[in-house]
Nanobody, 119 residues
């Protein structure tokens, strides 16, 4: 079992910055990807940014150039630096860790943290 503990988030004005942190505990071996997702009420959870174990990254088009995902393998942690925040970035943000398994992946989720951007 992998346990993900998130921190950061909160309320910020448009144009401001926030940093989210996520630390993985437990059976962290074999984690292939760590990522950040977000969800607003009534909508599906969407991928914001992901980082693979070899350092590759990908971002949602809506956050490219504003958000940066980074990781600390020694601490089994992943971070999301969010700059130039917009009201449409308001959501609950979830940390995700994925392990590859035959036929698919095994996903673990953090507890979620609210990010609110005021206009």
């Amino acid at each position: 079992q992998v346990y993900l503990v998130q921190s950061g988030g909160g309320l910020v004005q448009a144009g401001g910055s926030l940093r989210l942190s996520c630390a993985a505990h437990g059976a962290t071996y074999g984690i292939a990807t760590m990522a950040w997702y977000r969800q607003v009420p009534g909508k599906q959870r969407e991928l914001v940014a992901a980082q693979t174990s070899d350092g590759g990254t990908n971002y949602a088009d809506s956050v490219k150039g504003r958000f940066t995902i980074s990781g600390d393998n020694a601490k089994n942690s992943v971070y999301l630096e969010m700059n130039n925040l917009k009201p449409e970035d308001t959501a609950v943000y979830y940390c995700n860790a994925a392990k590859s398994r035959p036929g698919g992946t095994l996903d673990y989720w953090g507890q979620g943290t609210q990010v609110t951007v005021s206009s």
